[in-house]
């Protein structure tokens, strides 16, 4: 059995990503699907820019949130990330990432986490027609589930099936 996978009886381990953690839309969603969790997941967060309110909301509801940077510009960044991902070992990845971010979800595939989901939350990456901009393309090719809370949203490239 890898590290990721889930021991019998054991909780199923999950870490979201944000970019930031300030008060907005994506950040409150995040929030409140963290915090309203069934106890049979163990939850934590990974958010590489600027702490908010929402970080210190997380922490007060005793959501372990991990601080190690991220940044498209530093190579070290991204491999010291995919090491990071694989002591935390989760069985799922869940990237709450948006427009520029996404070396999350290619650093948890690298890290081996069996389970990647991606959340669409606006229709902004559709702009120019029918085609997904470049970081989305690249993000689906690394995710196996996509959320969305849109029913405009759906993604034109296919994603693999999964199940938890």
């Known amino acids: 059995m890898s590290g990721a996978e889930k021991a019998e009886g054991s909780k ?4 979201y990503y944000v970019p930031q953690l300030h008060t907005g839309g994506t950040e409150v969603q995040l929030f409140h699907l963290v915090t309203g969790l069934s ?7 990974w958010c ?14 005793r959501v372990p949130v991990h601080r190690f940077p991220l940044a498209s510009r530093n190579p070290h960044t991204f491999v010291a ?6 002591r935390l070992k989760p069985l799922i990845f869940h ?17 081996g986490i069996p389970l990647r989901v991606t959340s ?7 702009k120019g027609g029918d085609r997904l901009n470049l970081t989305e393309r690249i993000r689906n090719q690394f995710t196996d589930v996509v959320v969305s809370n849109l029913s405009l949203i759906h993604i034109s490239e296919p994603t693999r099936q999964a199940e938890i």
């Not at 199923?12 to 870490?15: G, T, V």
């Not at 106890?39 to 967060?45: H, K, L, P, Q, T």
């Not at 908010?52 to 007060?60: D, F, H, K, Q, S």
């Open 12 to 15: 199923i381990r999950i870490l």
């Open 95 to 111: 990237s709450f990432g948006y427009g520029a971010h996404w070396l999350d979800i290619v650093a948890a595939r690298l890290a």
């Open 81 to 86: 990330a995919v090491q990071h991902l694989r």
């Open 39 to 45: 106890s049979r997941f163990e939850a934590s967060v």
């Open 48 to 61: 590489p820019g600027p702490w908010g309110p929402i970080g210190e909301r997380l922490v007060a509801h």
């Open 120 to 126: 669409r939350r606006n229709v902004r990456h559709w």
